[in-house]
């Protein structure tokens, strides 16, 4: 009886040990073909664009030739819902050495989740032109953040939350909204609940310890074959008081660009703001507001692809600036992505 009973725990020792076998097997091969699909979705990418510019302020020059950005991207995805993106970059006198700029999960396709470090959705910013339209520079904000939305193939929603950078505690908030109007434009709204916590705001912000200011934009794109029409504007939802005089930070950019001769690209741009400074040049004197943004703009582009990867472009600006000199601004870019 014994030994009919040890026969049967070693066949049941057996059968275990067996499958356990079969389960990391199974384990293993799984994996395997999860690489193997990491593998084969990985994409990178890296961008390199050189300028060199020139621009005169009440007869006064300035010039400089930078290495304006360097920035590499990469994307896996291990399964249809789940996918990891890395992005670095480097900017001359900006980001030195180069800095992680984005990291973050994704979770799902229609209803969706993603996690990490990224740039939130609020704003469009789509631009022909060298130089940065004012909107971007007023709201564009990366943050460490929580996101969740839903997309499908006209629209998108989403919404998270973060953390400001003089908080303990997780109380920002932020929606987006984005629709497609078939072939023919693109148009979305957003929301923030503090406008002073975007990259253009924060130094300032941590000086001057502001009450939250929400602010919210709105932009409209409309394609008509080769041309295109872009439209933004962003702006603080009330006024605040910085010491001892009221603003309302706002901005907008229009542009008009058209795609012709099949490798040439040309565009117009008309922008400005309002109470929007991008620091302060005393900090015992805070009131002297240094990089305060130019209150009307506009000017032209025009660029050539001269190979797949590589586009050079020239950009003229004018610049009305309320209580300074106008600027005319000239800058020239290579740029190369692969």
């Known amino acids: 009886m014994k030994t009919v009973k040890g026969l049967f725990i070693a066949a049941a020792a057996a059968a275990f040990v067996g499958n356990g076998f ?84 994704t979770l799902g396709t229609g209803f969706y989740a993603q996690a990490g470090k990224f740039y939130l959705p609020f704003g469009n910013f789509e631009s022909v032109f060298i130089s940065d339209p004012l909107t971007l520079e007023l709201a564009e904000i990366n943050k460490s953040s929580v996101l969740v939305g839903y997309g499908a193939e006209l629209f998108d929603l989403s919404a998270g939350v973060f953390r400001g950078d003089d908080e303990d505690v997780i109380r920002n908030f932020y929606a987006a909204a984005n629709v497609k109007i078939g072939e023919t434009a693109a148009v979305g709204a957003y929301f923030l609940s503090d406008l ?81 400074w991008g620091g302060v040049d005393d900090t015992e004197n805070p009131t002297a507001l240094d990089g305060l943004f130019h209150e009307t703009g506009f000017g032209a582009v025009i660029s050539y692809s001269f190979h797949d990867n590589a586009v050079i472009g020239a950009e003229y600006m004018r610049l009305l600036n309320k209580g300074a000199d106008d600027t005319d601004a000239i800058s020239v870019q290579l740029a190369f992505e692969i």
């Open 196 to 276: 002073l916590e975007t990259d253009g705001a924060a130094d300032l912000n941590a000086l001057a310890g502001i009450e939250k200011q929400a602010g919210a934009g709105a932009y409209a794109n409309i394609f008509v074959g080769p041309a295109m029409v872009n439209c933004e504007f962003v702006s603080a939802l009330s006024e605040f008081t910085f010491f001892g005089r009221d603003y309302l930070p706002m901005a907008y950019s229009v542009e008009a660009s058209v795609n012709f001769a099949d490798k040439w690209a040309a565009g117009l741009k008309f922008e400005g703001s309002d109470d929007f």
């Open 22 to 105: 079969a389960q990391r097997e199974e384990a293993a091969e799984e994996l395997s073909a999860m690489a193997q699909r990491g593998i084969e979705t990985f994409e990178w990418g890296v961008l390199l664009e050189a300028e060199g510019f020139y621009a005169n302020a009440g007869g006064e020059s300035e010039s400089d030739l930078v290495l304006a950005t360097v920035e590499f991207t990469a994307d896996a995805a291990v399964a249809e819902w789940l996918s990891g993106h890395v992005g670095l970059l480097w900017e001359e006198d900006a980001t030195d050495p180069m800095a992680l700029d984005e990291g973050f999960i």
